[in-house]
């Protein structure tokens, strides 16, 4: 009974959406508005993590000095490089020593492709061959990899995409010396922001005598703690050792509390400003349906089926909005490639990433605002005094 | 009853309904004030600092030091009143709170920057005091550091020459900004360029990170910096330099892309709230058909029908968007405090001119269509219901 009238009430109430489509449209547009912010925002924040994810490897270990948290502060010399690589736990390469890179982070700048005049910063990081091995998912995709000894840079896609004086056979000057790029690689993780060149080369340039980090493969599951406690107990060295994922993801901390604080600042006011245009919606529907749904009162229909049936509408326009509003941040923004500073204070390139768990969470607070945006104009229409609307012209 | 009196009778006739649409403007434009001092601070940015000093750094980046040793060949410029240097120090105080210390020579910095205000007994005390450390108000306050205190802070990169990184600095002044845009610039705290260089561990003697170059005349910024640039051309010490205001957007315009998502959330809110008041207005427009027909009819023009429609709109927006850049000047006032002003979210007399320019042309959009059909109403015809 209650079913079988909340369904006509509800059916007749939907068809006759198209009537008064005004209103119902600032119900899905503002919904869209709020969806789309939202999953937009927090997809930046998803695409920055997988990039910065998907660079660590579990079976390998990042080296750096004591408390230096990134790349950029720590320094070792190449007295320690050659300790650690001596120690138990790193696995061997094909050619039985010791599978580690030292690398060298500098620092220099490119121009933004829509720039003109101000340097951003780009990682310059000096490898030794090992460099490769220890990264097999990196990819030569043109030109060629550089000659150790010589001024050659290969240049990581990410950088191609977003800044520009890096394209393959350009010169890229530093420290008073021109630097050929010869090749364009593409690891698909925060290595693509990044040029590479020979370690050797790179000291001699910068003027630096050791390097940055030490890059290691693990020997096996327990690889990293037997690392770890060789390296406590070794008095020449004051460094720390991570599982190169997990300090890759801790690159990624600050970024996330930052746009999920925007995110979540920016959501608030929005839906705020979306329920009371819901309501207002509804409560306008609702008045320009009192006659008729007085008039289905005076033939017998209960309370509760209005009540539900404005709901119903009210949730099925939000949910149109929530889904128009996840379809246009797909469209505009999925895959939309972007740049920003990371903790090494150079640019990191990433690309939005629109999950259909951020669609779902977008979804379910386009329902929440729907729910309450329709709540108080149902109860209203279920008030409504029959005989008074019934008398209305 | 008045003109006015009409107006705000008319905006009270379904009050709910103006209730709920004065929110949603009221959301709209506390959204608008936050994000658009954001934008604002991407775009102009570091307005206050004029155009008297240039910031000369690495050219490779300026991450890279160059030697002091310049300081006298750069000095020696024509037109180059003082040059001041500062190095990065990597502070972290306690676990992992970053904090802005930079290493200088006091007194070519006092000279540089007379835009900070400290006694001149502190500023001798901090020339004179090896382990010295001044500290802005700003960061003073939110730490609750006094003057005498030795304050322990770290040095993410730099090890002391015992191979710790805890160091230790005595607070023996506690400088001001001249004015409010300066001392918003105080959350940063200096220490002596000659004790660092000298107790840390590594080979970076006698390197700094910036020369800030202090003119004679601000005309001449172009000229000296080109001067420079070409004098260590060619070095392994190449040189790229900026006037401050240039150096200080440069900065900013590395988060990168921010910026433009911002436009886009600004684009979807005035679309959303274009759209929601719009439809308002429409709909009470509608609703008062026969009744703006018996007001042509009583003699009022088509224009002040026009004028009382408009009027309507325009009271809306504008309650809803002061009411709504006031919130967000309060709330931006609220977040920079809770950051200790590392997010400065300030609502200048800029962004409130933009909000007002932006409320004006909200009620022009979302009133003119309704008030020209109220102006094209032929009496009869609405009379009829027609």
Redesign the interface.
């Known amino acids: 009974m209650l079913f079988s009238q909340t369904r006509a009430i509800t059916g007749l109430s939907i068809r006759s959406i198209p009537e008064r489509w005004?209103?119902s449209?600032?119900i899905v547009?503002?919904l869209a508005?709020v969806v789309?912010?939202f999953t937009?925002?927090l997809a930046?924040a998803a695409g920055f993590e997988s990039t910065l994810r998907a660079t660590g490897r579990s079976d390998a270990a990042i080296i750096m000095?004591?408390?230096?948290?990134?790349e950029?502060?720590s320094?070792l010399t190449r007295e320690q490089t050659d300790v650690i690589e001596q120690q138990p736990g790193i696995a061997s390469g094909a050619d039985g020593r010791p599978l580690a890179s030292a690398e060298l982070m500098?620092?220099?700048?490119l121009i933004?492709k829509d720039?003109v005049?101000?340097?951003?910063?780009i990682t310059v990081r000096g490898v030794e061959p090992a460099a490769f091995p220890l990264r097999p998912h990196l990819q030569i995709i043109a030109g060629r990899t550089f000659t150790p000894g010589l001024r050659e840079l290969i240049v990581g896609s990410g950088v191609l995409r977003q800044f520009q004086g890096a394209e393959i056979g350009k010169v890229v000057?530093?420290?008073?010396s021109d630097w050929k790029v010869v090749g364009e690689f593409e690891s698909g993780d925060s290595h693509d922001s990044e040029l590479w060149t020979d370690i050797a080369v790179a000291r001699a340039?910068?003027?630096r005598?050791g390097s940055s980090s030490v890059l290691v493969a693990l020997d096996g599951p327990g690889g990293l703690q037997k690392l770890q406690s060789a390296i406590a107990a070794e008095p020449r060295l004051?460094v720390d050792v991570l599982r190169e994922q997990d300090y890759f993801s801790s690159q990624t901390r600050d970024f996330r509390r930052q746009i999920g604080f925007l995110a979540g600042?920016?959501t608030i006011?929005?839906a705020?400003?979306?329920v009371?245009?819901a309501?207002?919606?509804m409560?306008?529907a609702v008045a320009a349906r009192g006659k008729e749904i007085a008039t289905l009162r005076a033939i017998g229909f209960g309370g509760a089926p209005v009540v539900v049936s404005v709901l119903i509408e009210a949730l099925l326009l939000a949910l149109a909005g929530g889904v128009l509003g996840a379809l246009l941040a797909y469209l505009?923004f999925n895959n939309l490639s972007?740049?920003?500073?990371g903790q090494n204070?150079t640019?990191v390139v990433f690309s939005f990433k629109v999950t259909p768990e951020l669609v779902l969470r977008g979804l379910v607070i386009a329902l929440v605002i729907g729910m309450i945006g329709g709540l108080l104009p149902a109860l209203r229409a279920a008030r409504l005094p029959v005989s008074a609307s019934l008398r209305e012209q | 009853m008045t003109r006015t009196g009409l107006v705000v009778a008319n905006l009270f006739r379904k009050r709910t309904r103006t209730v709920l649409t004065l929110l949603s403007v009221i959301m709209a434009f506390v959204l608008f004030g936050l994000l658009q001092s954001v934008n604002s601070m991407f775009n102009a940015g570091a307005d206050f600092v004029g155009a008297t000093r240039l910031m000369v750094q690495a050219r490779v980046s300026f991450t890279q030091p160059l030697p002091i040793s310049l300081v006298p060949k750069i000095e020696a410029i024509p037109g180059v009143a003082r040059v001041a240097y500062s190095m990065w120090f990597g502070g972290v105080w306690q676990e992992n709170t970053p904090l802005f210390v930079f290493a200088i020579d006091p007194l070519r910095y006092r000279d540089a920057y007379p835009e900070y205000l400290m006694p001149d007994a502190q500023w001798q005390a901090f020339a004179h005091t090896r382990t010295g450390m001044i500290v802005g108000r700003m960061l003073a306050d939110q730490y609750g550091w006094k003057l005498g205190e030795k304050i322990p802070i770290s040095s993410n990169i730099y090890p002391q020459k015992s191979g710790s990184k805890a160091w230790a600095f005595d607070v023996v002044g506690i400088f001001d900004g001249k004015d409010e845009a300066w001392r918003k610039q105080t959350n940063i705290a200096f220490i002596n360029a000659d004790y660092f260089d000298e107790a840390n561990q590594f080979g970076i003697k006698g390197r700094t990170n910036f020369f800030i170059v202090k003119l004679a005349d601000s005309k001449q910024a172009q000229a000296i910096s080109k001067t420079i640039d070409a004098m260590f051309e060619n070095s392994p010490d190449e040189t790229k330099t900026q006037t401050e205001k240039d150096f200080n957007l440069g900065f900013i315009k590395q988060i990168g892309d921010i910026g433009l998502i911002v436009h886009w959330i600004l684009f979807a809110v005035f679309f959303t709230l274009l759209l929601v008041v719009g439809n308002t207005m429409a709909q009470s427009v509608r609703e008062r058909i026969p009744e703006l027909a018996v007001m042509k009819t009583l003699g009022f023009s088509d224009g002040s029908v026009l004028g009382f429609v408009l009027a309507e709109s325009f009271a809306l927006c504008l309650c809803g968007g002061l009411v709504g850049l006031v919130l967000a000047t309060a709330l931006g006032a609220m977040v920079e405090k809770g950051t200790g002003g590392q997010f400065v979210v300030q609502l200048d007399g800029g962004v409130w001119l933009i909000g007002i320019a932006a409320i004006v042309l909200m009620s022009l959009a979302v009133g003119l269509l309704p008030a020209l059909r109220a102006r094209r109403l032929r009496i009869v015809d609405a009379l009829a219901g027609r």
Not at chain 1, 65 to 70: K, N, Q
């Open positions: 005004a209103p449209l600032v547009i503002g508005g789309g912010v937009a925002l930046m000095r004591g408390g230096s948290d990134a950029i502060n320094g500098v620092i220099a700048e933004r720039d005049r101000n340097g951003a910063n000057r530093m420290r008073g340039t910068f003027a005598q004051t600042l920016v006011i929005m705020l400003g979306a009371f245009a309501l207002n919606s409560y306008a505009l972007v740049a920003t500073l204070f640019q």
